[in-house]
């Protein structure tokens, strides 16, 4: 296979507040959250007050609607920008939510909530032993018969639908990402780079792209059974040609 490329994720410069907002915040809001949040409380059950971990929440576009239905949720992010967003629109909408500043391998609750949610591919950025470190993380939160919601993407439908490069403008600025996908590592690099203002930033990642049976072991091995795989926030069933696989877990 040759000689392995060098490449060093940067998590910083990838969710950097104000790139990630231009390209990502008009496609994530509105209908969209809206969406989402309606499966949520559809699949998880939601018809009475939960204790609820949002991982990774980003800048609160679940949580906050979670707690506006009068849940009690606790945000927790890496990202210290997307927090006072969260928490901005929070005090706005006259919700509490409690959102934490903190790494999602180190999260340390203890049966402590009734369901434990994972939006918009957030899961999948470390290495595979870290990867599961988040899932038993999840598990450990989780009063027994809690339920997870995992929401990442449907490698089968990345490999049939795979595109080298995707450049995404808006208005004068530009975002390339210049994909490769090692099938035996399973992962997706990304070598992005982001045009704003005149200036050029390099903003590589990685993501592990899990197969359905994948990622079914290693949640039972976390101790979390899966009840069910949808392929979009429509509930329908996942297939090859689903965009999401959305799994639901129990402990």
């Excluded at 929440?57 to 210290?80: E, F, P």
């Excluded at 920008?81 to 901005?88: I, N, Q, R, S, V």
């Excluded at 598990?139 to 490698?155: C, H, P, Q, V, Y």
Aim: with cysteine; aromatic share 12%.
């Amino acid at each position: 296979m040759g000689e392995k490329k060098e490449f060093k994720a940067d998590w910083e410069k990838v969710f950097e507040v104000d790139d990630y907002l231009c390209f990502y915040y008009e496609r994530l809001g509105g209908e969209r959250r809206e969406k989402e949040v309606n499966f949520i409380v559809k699949e998880l059950n939601l018809t009475e007050p939960k204790k609820i971990l949002d991982l990774a929440c980003g800048y609160g576009r679940h949580a906050n609607k979670l707690a506006s239905l009068g849940h009690d949720v606790t945000g927790v992010d890496i990202t210290k920008g997307f927090l006072e967003m969260a928490e901005k629109e929070a005090k706005e909408m006259s919700v509490k939510v409690k959102y934490i500043l903190k790494d999602m391998r180190e999260v340390d609750f203890d049966s402590e909530f009734d369901c434990a949610i994972s939006m918009s591919t957030a899961f999948g950025y470390f290495e595979d032993n870290e990867n599961f470190e988040v899932l038993k993380n999840v598990s450990k939160a989780l009063k027994k018969g809690g339920l997870f919601l995992l929401d990442i993407t449907n490698r089968d439908f990345l490999i049939r639908n795979y595109l080298p490069c995707i450049v995404v403008e808006k208005g004068n600025d530009l975002m390339i990402d210049i994909h490769e996908f090692n099938p035996i590592e399973g992962r997706l690099y990304n070598r992005r780079s982001v045009f704003r203002n005149g200036a050029m930033k390099e903003k590589p990642f990685f993501v592990r792209q899990y197969a359905p049976t994948e990622i079914r072991d290693l949640l039972n091995k976390a101790g979390l059974k899966v009840l069910k795989m949808f392929g979009n926030y429509d509930s329908s069933p996942l297939d090859i040609n689903s965009r999401r696989m959305i799994v639901i877990a129990e402990k």
